[in-house]
């Protein structure tokens, strides 16, 4: 049973890892960082895996960290998901030039 239940969660941990890897990487402009609520407001293109056209808004940041890579004005890309019902940042990383 113990087995079972370790390669039951290996499964899960790889699905997950998995599932990060494929959303997809969206341009998007840093507008405003907020470390105290944790959020980031981006001017983003379209983010196909939560059918969002392109806009600005607000968006919660999977890790903390994620925001002192950033300040506004800077050109990112980034991954978004739904978690717990709420759009997030999964991912960013600077824009290449």
């Known amino acids: 049973m113990k087995r079972l239940t370790f390669s ?3 499964a899960l ?3 997950a ?3 990060h890897a494929a959303l ?7 507008r405003r960082v907020d ?3 944790q959020k980031i407001t981006l001017k983003h293109g ?8 392109a806009m600005t808004m607000v968006f919660r940041v ?4 994620l925001l002192e890579k950033v300040k506004a004005g800077d050109k990112v890309v980034i ?6 019902g709420n759009l997030t940042v999964m991912s960013i990383e600077p824009a290449k030039p």
Do not use: R
């Open 8 to 10: 039951l969660a290996a």
């Open 13 to 15: 941990v790889a699905g």
């Open 17 to 19: 890892a998995i599932a």
């Open 24 to 30: 997809p990487k969206v341009e998007a402009e840093v």
């Open 35 to 37: 470390t105290a609520t």
């Open 46 to 53: 379209d983010i196909p895996n939560i059918d969002m056209g």
């Open 62 to 65: 999977k890790e903390p960290a």
């Open 79 to 84: 991954t978004a998901d739904k978690v717990d």
